[in-house]
């Protein structure tokens, strides 16, 4: 099946820092990303979708200054979290749909990134 | 709005024993459901979806418009089948919408 990486897989950082999350599609083009959040024992809530070449779609309440999302190329989506504060520390996930006609619906994940600020 | 009710958090059965796992959701359109698998120290996985009507690893969902439900079923559960599940809804047009989750269930396969 399709593989979604995402680095790093943990990070931490000082707060008031940003930090940059990759996420890549390693064995097929993706036009369309998703990003998630996941906090503990909680669901999957759906931060942005990450549109290749164009601006990102964010969710009600998402912060587009404070997550901000690239998708440059059509295996590569960033997400930056800018001047990071604790209450930022979370799971982020990101996922990736097949292209074109040989989407079928199915999102493929990201291995997830773990955010801690200090 | 969509939204995706799964009532159990947490869910025991023991080996060989009937597993239901429940999700009801909510959409104005004609949606398309998934179940999603997370296996412990895995990433996400999808484990089916209503449009394809299979069977994997036992599982199977149906889709009920008159219920708004896509319950979860297998007859006979095995150890492996602990993981947290997820299901999750996206509009007809999935090739561009967004999936929402509901709030999982975590379930546990008593040996």
């Known amino acids: 099946g399709a593989v979604v990486s995402q680095h790093p897989s943990r990070v931490i950082c000082k707060s008031g820092t940003s930090v940059k999350i990759e996420c890549r599609s390693l064995?097929?083009?993706?036009?369309?990303m998703f990003w998630y959040r996941q906090f503990p024992k909680q669901s999957l809530m759906l931060m942005a979708t990450?549109?290749?070449?164009?601006?990102?779609?964010?969710e009600q309440g998402v912060e587009k200054d404070k997550f901000l999302i690239n998708h440059a190329s059509l295996t590569l989506s960033t997400l930056t979290v800018t001047s990071a504060h604790p209450e930022d520390s979370s799971f982020y996930i990101c996922?990736?749909?097949?292209?074109?006609?040989?989407?079928?619906?199915?999102?493929?994940f990201g291995e997830g990134s773990r955010l801690t600020v200090l | 709005a969509q939204r995706v009710t799964q009532p159990e958090k947490l869910l025991s059965v023991f080996k060989g024993a009937p597993v239901e796992l429940k999700c009801n959701y909510s959409?104005?359109?004609?949606?398309?459901l998934f179940w999603y698998v997370q296996y412990s120290r895995q990433r996400l996985q999808l484990l089916l979806r209503h449009i394809s009507r299979e069977s994997i690893k036992g599982f199977t969902a149906d889709l009920n418009k008159g219920e708004t439900s896509f319950h979860l079923k297998k007859p006979f559960a095995q150890e492996e089948d602990s993981a947290m599940y997820y299901c999750?809804?996206?509009?007809?047009?999935?090739?561009?919408?967004?999936?929402?989750f509901g709030t999982g269930t975590r379930l546990t396969i008593i040996p």
């Open positions: 990450s549109n290749e070449g164009s601006k990102a779609t964010y």
């Open positions: 959409y104005s359109g004609s949606p398309e």
């Open positions: 064995d097929f083009q993706a036009t369309t």
């Open positions: 996922s990736a749909r097949l292209a074109g006609r040989a989407n079928t619906g199915e999102l493929f």
């Open positions: 999750a809804l996206s509009g007809s047009n999935f090739g561009n919408e967004k999936l929402t």
